[in-house]
């Protein structure tokens, strides 16, 4: 093995060395001029990289790949722009199928108290504990007494929430695990499952449901109603043309429609379609009303003629100014 010393003095020697040969033959070789000097100021910087590489300072190795961890829980993502402006939470009607998931949308303010982060997915889920939805046909599943310990977290594609109970919650759940799953998840978005902490801790069980694992969410065609009506909201007060919209999964896309007056009369009906049959798709129309209160509602067609199950409905009662 070489001495370090003696392997960085070979090295110079060998550098200068070589500019000295290039230096002579230049002069026999070369006429005055750019050329030789051009030559000569190339060899000069690589003897000096030369000179500099034996200075006895190591090259700098590559820093070690950073270790892998597991994420950081941090506060659950805000839905996306197009869909900013408010929260969705999930209530429960009655329909002529038993039991099914509406929507309301509420209006919310981005930010958080005192500086804190967003949380769109907790105003959410408080909303939907509070119990007070704007439809009177709407109700929540819930029991009063359960509250939110925190926001609502979202971890490794998993979504947390920690729910802080009264005592002992037996069920039955009827839709309430559905409610806080869809709202969770309508809110910011996102379809990643949803874990539940009970007063901090997992839980086996909760209103009498398996909770052990992240719960996600059901068939839609299952739980949701089939008729969704979305906008104008319960206690609208609107102009006129009125703009409906909302979605719905229907037989042939085809969604029947009707306005009462305080009486009970029909003063307009009609029928739209969905962008999309047998499946939940938007739809849109237009209806123009004089001044006054109205109900208004949407359903499903009856492709039986009345042998099956009665449509399933949405209603507002909306005031036309």
Do not use: K
């Not at 237009?286 to 009345?306: A, K, R």
Request: proline share 11%.
């Amino acid at each position: 093995m070489t001495p370090r010393g003696g392997r960085r003095g070979a090295v110079a020697l060998s550098a200068l060395s070589a500019l000295s040969a290039l230096s002579a033959l230049s002069a026999l070789s070369e006429p005055r001029g750019g050329g030789r000097g051009a030559a000569l100021a190339a060899l000069t910087v690589v003897v000096a990289v030369g000179l500099a590489g034996c200075s006895g300072t190591p090259a700098a190795s590559p820093p070690p790949p950073a270790p892998t961890s597991t994420a950081a829980p941090v506060a659950a993502p805000s839905p996306p722009a197009a869909s900013t402006g408010g929260v969705v939470v999930w209530f429960v009607g009655s329909t002529a199928a038993g039991d099914r998931l509406y929507r309301e949308r509420r209006a919310t303010t981005e930010g958080g108290p005192d500086g804190a982060a967003p949380d769109p997915a907790g105003v959410a889920v408080r909303e939907l504990l509070a119990g007070r939805p704007e439809d009177p046909d709407h109700r929540s599943d819930w029991p009063p007494g359960v509250t939110l310990r925190g926001p609502v977290t979202h971890a490794d594609g998993v979504f947390t929430v920690d729910l802080g109970t009264p005592g002992p919650l037996p069920g039955p759940a009827g839709l309430a695990l559905q409610q806080l799953v869809q709202t969770v998840q309508s809110t910011t978005g996102s379809d990643d499952p949803v874990r539940v902490l009970v007063d901090g801790r997992p839980a086996a069980t909760l209103l009498g449901e398996d909770v052990s694992r992240p719960l996600t969410a059901d068939d839609p065609l299952r739980v949701r109603a089939l008729v969704q009506l979305d906008d104008p909201v319960e206690g609208a007060v609107v102009g006129s043309p009125v703009v409906v919209t909302g979605e719905a999964a229907v037989f042939e896309a085809t969604l029947l429609w009707e306005v009462r007056d305080t009486a009970g009369r029909t003063v307009r009906s009609g029928f739209a379609t969905t962008t999309e049959g047998q499946t939940f798709a938007p739809y849109r129309f237009e209806v123009p009303l004089e001044p006054g209160t109205y109900d208004l509602v949407v359903s499903e067609d009856d492709p039986s003629g009345g042998e099956g199950r009665a449509p399933m409905t949405d209603s507002a009662r909306i005031t036309v100014r």
